[in-house]
């Protein structure tokens, strides 16, 4: 059963649970409509599991090790010893003109 048809099950059980008006002793329409609005729900459901379903892949390695390790973003052990100069190029005194 495909999404469609789960669809159109709900639709026509809604039609004959609500707008179906009937006096009859041996059968309860609304009941009869809910329960066609349920195996809709129950096909949309298993439709969408059965399309998303896991393919055996239990431990999905993402990113090589070796590679993640090349990113390691953790702080480096030792710190620069001496101040770091973090002014502009432009801005500092020492910087040389290169259109001379």
Do not use: C
Request: proline share 5%; charged share 25%.
């Amino acid at each position: 059963m495909r999404i469609g048809a789960g669809i159109a099950l709900i639709a026509a059980g809604a039609i004959i649970a609500f707008a179906v008006r009937d006096t009859s002793d041996t059968l309860n329409l609304t009941a009869l409509g809910i329960i066609i609005m349920l195996g809709g729900a129950a096909g949309i459901w298993l439709s969408y599991r059965l399309a998303n379903r896991r393919r055996g892949h239990d431990d999905v390695v993402v990113i090589d090790p070796d590679v993640e390790k090349q990113y390691n973003t953790a702080p480096p052990d030792q710190v620069a010893d001496h101040p770091i100069d973090v002014t502009p190029t432009h801005l500092r005194e020492d910087h040389k003109d290169l259109r001379k």
